[in-house]
């Protein structure tokens, strides 16, 4: 039965791409959440002292509260 196995083959090719876009979805979702935490302005996550924990502002070389170099 050939015709089975090509309806299978293309059912399987079906699958894998709605698999491929889902999975494309999902990543774009991400993203977006992720541009959404960032806040309002900010590029990107929020950045906080290696030292101390405390937050920093974007473009500060030096901790505020410690004095701690900042990547
Ligand atoms: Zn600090």
Redesign the pocket.
Known sequence: MTVGIVSIFSLFILLAFWGVVILALIVVLKEIKKHFKGGTGSTGRRRV?P????PVKDGQKF?T????KIE
Do not use: M
């Open positions: 002292c030292q101390c924990g405390k901790c509260d410690c004095g701690a």
